[in-house]
């Protein structure tokens, strides 16, 4: 087998939980084969370099072997070599710290945790240094 679908590629190795979310991943431009966006009846081979794009992150994987059927987890790392670059490993990371900023539409109101570690995000450090107990005095009107 020398060539292979690229959204049967993608479920095989467990790249998408399913064909149907691959298919739909290529249909709406996420899936690039060496720069060039690709549908999902796209055939890879050997040696191709397949980037999806998950935002925030973009993936990069190099093709080592083309299946169509799906495999073990342990056998994954002879299909494909991940070749995604440590800075979008750094975007992941900064999306999860700040993630509670950047809420999906129709979630609804924040809960008191997700309120409170917002507040805990943008209040400066340097105001809890301050005591703020004003004595002022009432002036007379004579």
């Known amino acids: 087998m020398n060539e292979a ?8 190795v467990r790249i998408f ?18 720069g060039a966006q690709a549908k999902a009846a ?7 370099i397949v980037q999806v794009r998950k935002p925030p992150v ?3 994987f190099k093709v080592l072997q083309t ?3 799906r495999v073990g987890a342990k056998l994954v790392a002879e299909m494909m070599e991940n070749v995604t670059t ?20 129709g979630t609804g109101r924040p809960t008191k945790k997700d ?3 917002l507040e805990e995000f943008t209040t400066p450090e ?17």
């Open 5 to 12: 679908r690229i959204d049967k590629w993608m479920w095989a």
């Open 86 to 105: 440590p800075d979008q490993y750094e975007l992941l990371e900064m999306s999860r710290v700040s993630g509670f900023v950047n809420r999906a539409k």
């Open 42 to 48: 796209r055939m890879v081979k050997p040696g191709d």
């Open 58 to 60: 973009t993936y990069s």
């Open 17 to 34: 939980k399913t064909r149907t979310i691959a298919a739909e991943a290529c249909k709406k431009g996420r899936i690039s084969i060496n």
């Open 67 to 69: 299946i169509e059927k």
């Open 115 to 117: 309120r409170r570690s």
């Open 126 to 142: 340097f105001l809890d240094d301050f005591d703020f107990d004003f004595d002022f005095e009432e002036e007379d009107e004579d």
